[in-house]
């Protein structure tokens, strides 16, 4: 099965990309979830953040990790926003705190990731795909892009439109990939593989429907191995992973090009 795919390169000094089991002291993921990832094209076509969910859940998302993995950790002073009796408090009048030494501020660490660079592929509802080439050619977004935070703020490029074809094994993969799709790995080349557990899409309510094991090389080489259901651009030679959502829970609703993209 052949399918239309567009790809392209973001990258920034910063991201963040948290993990869903810290609180306290935000860990980040070492790549954009898929469910990030359908964000960061929202905010490219202007999508309003009580729909852009349910619209590019008609996507299908790859993504390619282009720069080596580095984490950091620093600290963060973050307004103190209990009031004296427990309500919410955004100001910075330490009269109406609610602690006992009126902390104005409240330090915490955070992890960022350093320099990250992705490529992002997707494929699926043409009406979408069209729309993307109004914009990503022409360096254009409705919306600022960032990595996962609004203060990092990314930068983007367009690598191509290109042809991929569904090959039922392959011996290298260029994507994340799930566990679930890996038959072997082959360890004779010097790589640096890990594994996280990522959310894969969310509902129209935002809540997280799929979780998944994925497999990565940290410095961005492809993977060496057996790996199965994967797709071959035929133009680049890359093989990759597309995470798509079930076709029962994506949406029915027609999505209509934006008058202001030509």
């Known amino acids: 099965m ?11 000094e910063l991201a963040h990309f948290r993990r869903f089991f810290t609180t306290s002291s935000p860990l980040t993921f070492s790549f954009p979830p898929p469910t990030t990832v359908r964000g960061i ?25 282009t720069s080596p993995i580095r984490k950091l ?8 926003t209990k009031r004296n009796d427990g309500k919410f408090e955004p100001t910075l009048f330490k009269d109406k705190k609610g602690n006992d030494k009126k902390n104005v501020r409240t330090r915490i660490q955070v992890e960022f990731l350093k320099d990250p660079g992705y490529r992002i592929f997707v ?23 960032s990595l996962g935070l609004s203060e990092c703020l990314a930068d983007f ?6 042809t991929a074809e569904e090959v039922e094994e392959t011996s290298e993969i260029h994507s994340v990939i799930p566990t679930r799709k890996i038959k072997n790995i082959s360890l ?8 996280e557990r990522i959310p894969i899409y969310m509902n129209a309510e935002r809540i997280v429907q799929e979780y998944d094991n994925i ?10 191995g057996a790996f199965k259901n994967v797709f071959h651009i035929k133009e680049t030679g ?22 202001k993209s030509g």
């Open 123 to 145: 494929a699926g509802d043409e009406k979408l795909l069209d729309s993307l080439l109004n914009y990503l050619p022409y360096h254009k977004t409705e919306y600022t892009v």
């Open 188 to 195: 004779s080349n010097q790589i640096k593989l890990a594994k």
């Open 157 to 162: 490029k367009f690598t191509g439109e290109f």
């Open 41 to 65: 094209i929202g905010a490219i076509l202007g999508l309003q953040k009580n729909e852009y969910i349910e619209i590019t859940n008609r996507l299908s998302i790859g993504i390619y990790i």
């Open 238 to 259: 890359e093989n990759i992973h597309l995470f798509t959502v079930p076709s029962q829970q994506m949406s029915k609703r027609s999505f209509e090009k934006d008058a």
């Open 2 to 12: 052949a399918c239309r795919i567009i790809a392209f390169d973001i990258w920034g």
């Open 73 to 80: 950790r620093t600290g963060l002073n973050i307004i103190f």
């Open 215 to 224: 497999v990565f090389e940290t410095s961005g080489k492809p993977i060496k």
